[in-house]
C-alpha cells in the first residue's frame, strides 16, 4: 500500500486490522485479557486512529500481547497515532467510550469503531431511546440528496390535501441553513410568528423553563397560513419557520445548534423535543418536516432519529442522484443495527429504518423525444440503488430468515418503487400565497395526483367520513 492509500484507504485499513485478529494466533490470549469486552478503535476529526484496551496498564504490559498490538499498529500505518494505545486507568470518563451509542461493529464484539466527528455521526445513531416518545402525529420527511427538485411544493400540496380532509397539519421549515418554505404558506412581516425553531432550540439549551418552553410553542414560534381561509380548508395548515419577526442573530445561533446542550442533550433529542411540544400544544394530526439538502446531519436526525412514518426520497434519474444516494446508502450500511425494529410506545408496530423510506420521482418528463424509457430507466436504477438497504434474497423458498427485508424489483409497496410528480413549467417559481393561480391550475394539480394519493394512504390520511 502507498503512502498516499495508507492515509485515505481508511476501509482498507479496518479491513486488515479486522484480518490480524482474525488470522493472528495471540488473538485468545488478547481475549483472555479484554475478559468479553471490545477494543475501541477511535478515529480522531482527522481521520488518525488510536486503540483502547478496557484493562489497565499494567495488565497490557504483563501480557503476552504485545506482539499482537504492534502487528495492529503496522496495519495501521501512517494513521496509527502515537502513543497507539490507552488503557482503560489513562482515559477520563473511561466508560463512556463503551458506552457510546454511535460505536460501530468493525469485528463483532470484539473490534468497534468510534467515530470522532463533529458532523454526520447522526446518520450512523441508532434512535435514542430517551427520544422515543410516543408521538400522536403522523410524521412525513422531506429530503433529497439535490436542491431544486420541487421538494417544498410536493410539501405543500401535501399539507393542502390534509387539511381538505380536516387534519392539522404542522409544517416544520427544517432546512436551517437555507430556510425558505415558511414564505411560501406565511406572508413576510406580521404574517410571521415572532420566533423561529431555532429560536426554540437556543432557549431549550440556555435552561429555559419546561413550561416556558410549552408556551413559546403554543404562541410564539408557530402561525397559520392565509391558505386556510382562502382555500376554505376544512383543517389548518399551521407552520413552525425557522426563524421569525423577532429573530437576532440567526447565524450565530444555527452555528451552536448541533452541538449537545450544557445539560446533556443531543440535538436529536431537542428537535425530537420540539415537535413533541409544538404537536401537543396545537393538536396537530399530520407533521411535514422539510429538511435540507444533502447529506447532512439536520437530514440524518430528520431521517433516522424522529421515528417518521414516512420519509420521502426525491430523485431525478441522473447518475448524480444515484451515485449520491448510494454513497448514502453504503454508509448506512456501516451499522447493520439501524435496520434493526425499534419499539414504539405509540404502536405496537415496531419502526425500521428501510421501512419508512420511499422514493419519489421528482419533476418527471413526459414519455418523448430523448425521454423516451425515462420511467423504467429510473425503476431499474432505483431497486439497483435501494438493494444496497435490503437483505440479500435467499429464494422464494427459503425461511432461513421469516425477519429478512428483501422486496422484489416490482414490490410496489418498496421503498424503491417511486410515487410520480411530473414536471409542469410553474414549479420553476411556486408560491401559492403570491399567485394563488397556481392551485387551481388543471395542469399543476394533475402534475401532483400519482404522489398525493399513495402519500396520503401512507399517513393513514383519509377524509373523515372514511374516504
Known sequence: MSSMAGLLD????????????EQNPQSDRLRALLAGEALILVR????????????????????????????????????????????????????????????????????????????????LTPTDSKTNTAHAAKRCVFFSVKGGVGRSAALIWLAIACAQRGRRVLVVDG????????????????????????????????????EALERMALEHTVESSPLNARL?????????????????????????????????????????????????????DVTLFDCRAGIDDT??????????????????????????????????????????STNSEADDEPWELRRSLRLVSALTPQEHGPYVGYWDALQQNAYT????????????????????????PDDTDAPHAALCIKWVDALRAFNPLAEPGQLTDPLNKAAFDDFLGPAMALLGCVSRDGR
Open 10 to 21: 481508511w476501509k482498507s485499513v479496518e479491513d486488515a486490522l479486522v484480518e490480524v485478529l
Open 299 to 340: 437530514a440524518a436526525v430528520a431521517i433516522t432519529q424522529l421515528q417518521a412514518d414516512i420519509s420521502f426520497l426525491f430523485a431525478i434519474n441522473t447518475s448524480q442522484t444515484w451515485d449520491s444516494y448510494g454513497l448514502l446508502f453504503k454508509h448506512l450500511q456501516r451499522n447493520r443495527a439501524l435496520f434493526a
Open 175 to 210: 432546512d436551517f441553513e437555507s430556510p425558505g418554505l415558511s414564505s411560501s404558506l406565511l406572508p413576510r412581516g406580521d404574517g410571521q410568528p415572532a420566533y423561529g425553531v431555532i429560536d426554540w432550540l437556543t432557549a431549550q439549551a440556555l435552561g429555559a423553563d419546561p
Open 44 to 123: 480522531n476529526w482527522y481521520g488518525q486512529l488510536v486503540l483502547l484496551l478496557p484493562c489497565h496498564r499494567d495488565e497490557l504490559e504483563r501480557s503476552p500481547c504485545g506482539p499482537l498490538i504492534d502487528a495492529l499498529k503496522e496495519k495501521a500505518g501512517p494513521l496509527a497515532l502515537s502513543p497507539w494505545t490507552l488503557c482503560r486507568d489513562e482515559l477520563f470518563d473511561a466508560e463512556s467510550y463503551w458506552a457510546d451509542p454511535s460505536l460501530l461493529q468493525l469485528f463483532g464484539v470484539e473490534l468497534l469503531l468510534l467515530e470522532r466527528q463533529d458532523k454526520e455521526r447522526d446518520w
Open 385 to 408: 440503488t435501494f438493494s444496497e438497504i435490503y437483505d440479500e434474497d435467499s429464494g422464494e423458498d427459503s425461511d432461513e430468515d421469516p425477519q429478512a427485508f428483501a422486496p422484489a
Open 232 to 284: 376554505a380548508l376544512p383543517g389548518e395548515i399551521l407552520v413552525a419557520p425557522a426563524y421569525g419577526n423577532h429573530t437576532q442573530a440567526y447565524v450565530a445561533k444555527l452555528a451552536r445548534i448541533y452541538r449537545q446542550s450544557p445539560d446533556g442533550k443531543a440535538y436529536a433529542r431537542r428537535i425530537n423535543d420540539f415537535l413533541l411540544a409544538t404537536e401537543k400544544q396545537h393538536r396537530i
